[in-house]
């Protein structure tokens, strides 16, 4: 779990054999305006910054030791925090550009693409959110109108944007995790309550209520094989955990 300190730097724990290991700040210093974005890509850990100067940064952890902090190469700027995830042997990063446009730059273990507009336009005010489900990758993103929008790219191309049925409203970016053969998406409701929709086989369902809990910030979401973990910052600016299975 990655988070932005209070005091802006980037810390991280780890949960390992059913304990947390506590809180350490990331190596090679960093500091953020907003919450950071991790993927695995090729057996590494990728986490993804929007830094002091609004450059996107990154660290990379290979099991030996982190890479220090650099500029995700192509320039690029945010107001927001990004999101990552694989997908088809290529690391995708997204953010929301300066223009409230949305961007991406791709990395094939190689070389990165460069910085260009997610098909389809769109503007969003908050942090996208990304996620795999099966052979789709799914861009989460709110929209101008606070309604949650997904744009699927598949082998044939991105799909364009379109609402996530189910109607729904959020005040901060959207998260989504596959779990269980669905994919999940969280958001912060217009009363601060967490939401989740299940998309599955038939489609998506509606947005229902995660009992109890408060947010001022956009959730986080993670999954393995057995258990759904998702992550909010309280109203006491404390990190609370829910757990599914």
Do not use: C
């Not at 057995?226 to 309280?234: A, F, H, K, N, T």
């Amino acid at each position: 779990m990655f988070v932005r300190g209070v005091d802006g730097g980037v810390y991280f724990n780890r949960l390992a054999g059913g304990a947390w290991t506590g809180w350490s700040s990331v190596p090679g210093g960093g500091q953020t305006a907003s919450g950071p974005a991790a993927a695995v890509f090729n057996n590494e850990l990728y986490v993804f910054v929007q830094g002091a100067d609004n450059g996107i940064y990154v660290n990379r952890f290979s099991g030996g030791g982190w890479s220090g902090w650099i500029g995700v190469p192509g320039g690029g700027a945010t107001p927001l925090g990004p999101a990552a995830a694989a997908f088809n042997n290529e690391l995708y990063v997204f953010v929301g550009g300066v223009d409230g446009g949305i961007y991406l730059n791709r990395f094939n273990a190689v070389s990165w693409s460069g910085w260009s507009g997610v098909p389809g336009g769109g503007l969003t005010p908050s942090s996208p959110g990304a996620a795999v489900h099966g052979s789709t990758l799914y861009l989460l993103v709110r929209g101008a109108d606070n309604g949650v929008y997904e744009n699927l790219l598949t082998g044939a191309g991105w799909a364009g944007w379109a609402p996530v049925a189910g109607g729904g409203q959020t005040l901060s970016g959207p998260v989504g995790a596959d779990f269980g053969g669905h994919l999940f998406a969280f958001v912060r409701g217009g009363d601060n309550g967490v939401y989740h929709n299940v998309l599955s086989g038939s489609g998506w369902g509606s947005w229902k209520a995660v009992a109890g809990g408060l947010t001022p910030s956009g959730p986080g979401a993670g999954a393995t094989s057995q258990v759904i973990y998702l992550v909010v910052r309280g109203i006491d600016s404390g990190l609370y955990l829910s757990e599914g299975r």
